[in-house]
Every structure is written in C-alpha cells, then in structure tokens.
C-alpha cells in the first residue's frame, strides 16, 4: 500500500451529482471484445502526444485457492519481466528506454497491472512486446529461485513496517476462509516455500494469464480503429483458457474479535476497529453509504479528527477505510496513538462514533457537501493520460468495465442519510468487529 490507506482512491470513484447531471467520467470511449474474450478499452484524451497502456489481469491474491500457495500473484508482478526469446530482459529494457517509457506494475487483491506511458508514434512497438511476454513468457528455474529470493527480501523489508504487520494480523483474525485472510504478499512459509514451487508457478501462469482474465486499456493522442487493427494482430491468437477459480466464501461472523501485536522496537501504538462490510457494487446503497460515512466521521474534516488529533493531541493519524473489492472486505478505522495508556481511550472514542451513526442520521446537509467534494476531487485527478487508464484499471477489476464508474456515482447521487445510518447498523455491529492493537513489547512492566 502506497499510503498504507487507499480510502482517498475508493472514495473518489463515487458521486454527488444528480443522475441527471453529466457524466463523471468525461472521456468518450469505446469497450470492444475480442473472439479470445479479450477486452480492449481506449480513450481518447486531450492530453497530446502520449499514450498510457494499462493491462490489468483479473487475478490478484484473491485467487490463491490452494493452501500452501499464498503471494503467486505477486511473485509474477516480477517474474513477467524475466522476459521471452524475442524480448529477453535487456532487451526489453532498451526498447523502454529508446522509447523514453515509464513503466511498472503493481498487485493487489484483486488485480495484477502492468502500466507503460511512451510517445505516442511508440504504440505499435509497445502492444507488440507486451503481447509477446503475456502469450510467450520464458523463465528458468534458476530465474525463479532468483526472483522468489527477491520476493522473500521485499517481505523482509515490508516487515519492518510496523502498520504492515498490523495488517497482516487482522486479516488473518478477522477471515476464516476467504483469500482475503492473507495479503497481497502472502504468508511468511509459503514465500520461504517459493523456491520450490517451480512447476507450480508455470500452472498459476497458464491458469490466469489468459485474455478471458485481461483487458487492456488505451488512453490517450489515439484512434480507436488504429488500436483495434494493432490489438488485433498482436493479441488476436492468444488462446482462451478455461480455469475457474472456487474463491471460498466467507461465513458469518458470530461475534467481535480481538488480536494484539508486540512489536520488538520501539514505535507509537496502533488501534485498527475492523467491520465485516460489503462487496464492492454499482447497484446497492450499502457500499456508497459506507464510504460517505469514512469520510464524515473519520476524516480530517470530522469531529473525531478535531476531537483527538486537534484538540486533545491524543492521535497524529485517524483515517477510515472502506476499500472496494470483489468479495466482501473489511470497513476500517486506523489510529496510531502518541500514549500507551491513551489507547484504551481511542478506542472508546472510535466506538462510540461509530455508535452515534448507527443511532442517529446525519444531517443532509453535511452529506450533500460531502457529495460535492468527493465528485469535484475525482474530477480533478484526471488530468493527464496516465492517471486516467489507472483510473479506469481499477473499476476494470471490479466489473470490467469504465462504464461501473458513471453507475456508482449515479448511485450515489441517490443516497439519503437514512441510507447512511441503515448501513452503519447493518454492517458496524458489535458481531461484525475485529480489533487489533500493536504496541511495543513490554519489557520489565513498562513500554
């Protein structure tokens, strides 16, 4: 996580408008399928003379069924760049750099994306190599063992993160059996276990890295029937596949948990308030409602955030979160507490806030100017080509689809503080929560 918290991310993909007012995605742009099932989006921008690629594969740490076999889809955000005979690695490397290319990747739960931005007279040369390495990867088992030992480093490194331990923990105390238990890195013994799961790796690849899993986002200086023809040709005989991952469903939770962390060295206290929520949706309230309610009481604009950050000096971070997945995740409140002994108070605080929205609707008032905000800071992010096939790359995980961003800000143009305050109920209750603390590990009877 960039930020530690991507709520500022969820919550831009929402709307204050009427369903009658314009559209919040401003690019005219067109959606087509190829007969191999894959998907080809591109947007024409006003930005000139660059383009941004964007291709996301619907396969994230999500779809690590098999016990024993956590962080896959992270390991090949690495692997992918070992390269294939007509492109091995350097020379992939000079075709970016003559180019003047940025290019990366990143994986999440839900998704693995690669991003490349270049001049736009560099298309052709571009959609060629990346579909060379998507159809015709080639890796070694030394390769592997190399990038698996890699892997095992970026774990190590994260780990001395306090706030990613955090994380880890609640959710493997808050899931049972869904993949969302484990983080996009996975579990320490299976990434330990990595160099040994060559064969393995080769099934992960030809289960998911298929055009039915993948769509690829054009924004920019294009036309449309220009990249059709070019996707065509270099994309067109990739082979369907026919895997279908058994995502296990999460069941009910039947009453709060708790989990602590003792952290070897020093550092401030964390508190995480953790709440079963909903599936992402671009057709019911209940995520949109949650959302709204992030940002009204756990915002820096809230009376929590005045209360304990400003005033009392209690708190020098308090964000909520509601990220949109899949599957059901997780509703969120993160503190990191200046005082040990101030902890046990945060978290009253914290639960008595989420208490008042479930017993009281806020103001309409208060939720229009919300609306406002959300749908103006959205507007405003997209200002060059990159930002928007990023944009556009994590809806395309959700639904596949640009046009889930116009219906979640429709939707919500419709929300209603009653709508709020039904969701708080039906989401923050007492048997839906998990908390975790982290704080530094006692040692003679003081911290």
Known sequence: MASNFAWL??????????????????????????PNGLRLVTIPTDY???????????????????????????????????????????????????????????????????????????????????ADRFQHLKYSPA?????????????????????????????????????????????LKDIQDMPNQYAYSLQFFDRYYRPEYTTVIVAGDIETHSVRALVDR??????????????????????????????????????????????YSDTAKDMVALDALSYLAFSENSDLYQKLVIQEQKVDVLEG??????????????????????????????????????ERAVSGERLEAVKKHLRYSFSLRLDNSETVALTVASYV?????????????????QLTPDDVRNAARRYLAEQNRTIVTLATRQAGGAK
């Open 9 to 34: 991310l969820a919550l831009a993909g929402l709307s204050a408008a009427a369903a009658t007012s314009p559209r919040v995605f401003p690019f005219a742009y067109t959606q087509e399928d190829l």
């Open 48 to 130: 000139p003379n660059i383009v941004a690629l964007c291709i996301v594969v619907q396969t994230g740490s999500r779809n690590e069924i098999e016990p024993g076999k956590t962080g896959f889809a992270h390991l090949f955000e690495h692997v992918m760049f070992k390269g294939t005979e007509q492109y091995p690695p350097e020379k992939y490397e000079a075709v970016l750099k003559r180019a003047g290319a940025a290019s990366n990747a990143f994986t999440s739960d839900d998704l693995t994306a690669y991003h490349t931005t270049f001049s736009k007279e560099d298309l052709e040369t571009i959609l060629a190599m990346e």
């Open 143 to 187: 390769e592997f063992k190399t990038e698996t030992l890699a892997v095992l480093g970026e774990y190590n490194k994260n780990s001395a993160n306090p706030l990613n331990k955090l994380f880890e923990v609640l959710r493997e105390t808050a899931f049972d059996r869904h993949t969302y238990r484990h983080t996009t890195m996975g579990f």
């Open 234 to 279: 270099y994309w067109g005989n990739w082979k369907r596949g026919n895997y279908r991952a058994a995502i296990p469903a999460e069941l009910p939770q039947q009453g709060p948990r708790t989990n602590q962390v003792e952290w070897p060295t020093r550092t401030l206290p964390w508190l995480a308030v953790s709440y079963r929520g909903p599936a």
């Open 321 to 358: 979160d509601n990220e949109d997945h899949v599957d059901p995740y997780l509703f969120t409140v993160l503190a990191r507490v200046k005082k040990p002994q101030d902890v046990a108070y945060v978290e009253q605080q914290v639960l008595e806030t989420v208490k008042q929205f479930r």
């Open 397 to 413: 995980a959700l639904r596949r689809t640009p046009a889930t961003i116009d219906r979640v800000y429709d939707l919500y143009a």
